[in-house]
Every structure is written in C-alpha cells, then in structure tokens.
C-alpha cells in the first residue's frame, strides 16, 4: 500500500503524468477542438440548411433542362405532360451518355429561337423525350412521347398481348402472301 496521496490504502500505483500534457501548445490544440466541437453542436441547424454547390447546380440545370424541354416540344398533344420524374431520370442518362450536356445545356437559351430549335442539344433532348431512349439506356417505355401521339386509338403494350411467345412463330399467310 501507497502512502499519501488520494490513492492512499486502494492499492492504486501512482501514475506520473510527463510534462508535455501541460504544454502551452497541448492547451492550445485542446481549446481548439472543443471550441469547434461547441460550434459545431449549437448550429447543426445551420450546417443543414447550407447545401453544397452541386446540388444547387443540380436542381437549377434540372428546372432549366424542363423549361426547355417544354419550349421544345411545345404544342404537346392533347391530354399530353411533361412527367418530371421522367425529366430527372433523361437528365441523369443524357449527363452520362454525354459528358459534355450539362455545359451545352446551362449555355443553351432559356427561350431557343428557330434556330436554336435545329441545334444538336435540342435535337437530343426532343429524342430522348420522343423516344423514351438515351444512347443506349431506356429511360421509360410508356411515358414516351411516340406512344403518347396514338394512346387514343392504340393502347400502350408493356406486355405481350398474344399467348406467350406467339411473337416467335411465323405470321399467318393472308390471301397467298405473307
């Protein structure tokens, strides 16, 4: 047993605590973090709503790559509408398919004029809507305005309407010819 000290009669060695604990430059470093580590659990609130440039990028090329879309296709068909999830999801394959979109598209005008209607840019995004289809990523099959024009007379097929494989067999000959 240890004599003296708060340890006395526990049985606890005494420890020595070198001197670089207590240096100026520890302190310094100690008060630092605790000084960010407060900081940073008194405004969590502020650190939330602050969203990175990216994102806010994202989602202002998104509005634009829409606005434009809509001047482009302009007059849609009857009881025809732009679906924003499809918007997101051509933007994303168009992004990918072409790395050079995002910089066509932000310097593309807000209002394309005649001319700008026949520009390449354009010519993409009025096929990726028409086709459902971006290089060589489906985007969306039944969404696509091509089968939007004839949904009045002709339902949309996601599914095979015969019996199963009857794609496969050879057409039936009419009147001698196939």
Known sequence: MSS?????????????????HYSPARRRFLRNQLLVGGGLAVSPAALLQAQPQPVKDARQRLGKFFSVSQKLLAPLPLNTRLDERVAVRL????????????QQLDIFPDSPGEADKRSPVAKLIVAAWFLGVVGKTLVTYERALMNRLTADLFPVRSYCAGKPGSWASAPQAKFGRV
Do not use: D, M, T, W
Not at 91 to 102: D, H, Q, W
């Open 4 to 20: 003296g000290g708060p340890n006395r009669g526990r049985g606890y060695p005494r420890q020595h605590i070198p001197a670089e």
């Open 91 to 102: 933007l994303a394959a168009l992004n990918s398919e072409y790395p050079s979109f995002p």
